[in-house]
Structures are given as C-alpha cells and as structure tokens.
C-alpha cells in the first residue's frame, strides 16, 4: 500500500505562482507513474500531469508552457510548479499514484484558489 501527502496549496492572485509537493510512503518500490488530478466543483477530476519513474511527463493541454511536473525518486516526492496561474485553476489538486501493476492511490487533496 501506497500513502500519499499534498502539500502547498492556497489562495494566490491571478498570474501568481504555487508550488504543490506530494511525498509517498509505504510500498514506494512498486510506484511506476505519479501525477496530479484536478477536480474543480461541479466538474470531473481531470490529469493535469503525470511523470513516469524514469521522467516521461504529460501535459494537459491547458497547462502546458505554465505548469512543470519533477519528480525526486531518492525523495519519493513529486513536484507541481504552477506559473501564471488562472482562476480557471481553481481546484482541489490530487496526488496519484500508479504501480506497475495498475494499481493506484490517491492522497487527500490539497485546495488551490485562483483569485484577485
């Protein structure tokens, strides 16, 4: 079993920037693709992000050019750095992740509030 922890979110004015960090626990060995999901109210979670073990990452299209994934394997932390935030990324931001296996776990959400 996998734990997850998010950490970094807030409220930050329109064109600000966040940093989200998220540390794994347990099982860590068996982790493959770890990312980040977004669901904002009323919508569906969506990818933001995700970066494999060896550093192959994914953008939604939304965020790319703004947002970075990184990934510290000796750390078992993955990193969200969030440029020119908009308030159309106001959302709770999840950890995911992925076992080679196909397994997953999600952290408990972090909030991100985008707004002057």
């Known amino acids: 079993q996998v734990q997850l922890v998010e950490s970094g979110g807030g409220l930050v004015q329109p064109g600000g920037s966040l940093r989200l960090s998220c540390v794994a626990s347990?099982?860590?060995?068996?982790?493959?693709?770890m990312g980040w999901y977004r669901q904002a109210p009323g919508k569906q979670r969506e990818l933001v992000a995700h970066i494999t073990r060896l550093g192959t990452v994914t953008y939604t299209d939304s965020v790319k050019g703004r947002f970075t994934i990184s990934r510290d394997n000796a750390k078992n932390t993955v990193y969200l750095q969030m440029n020119s935030l908009k308030p159309e990324d106001t959302a709770v931001y999840y950890c995911k992740a992925e076992s080679y296996r196909g397994t997953y776990n999600w952290g408990q959400g972090t909030q991100v509030t985008v707004s002057s």
């Open positions: 347990g099982t860590i060995n068996s982790i493959n693709v």
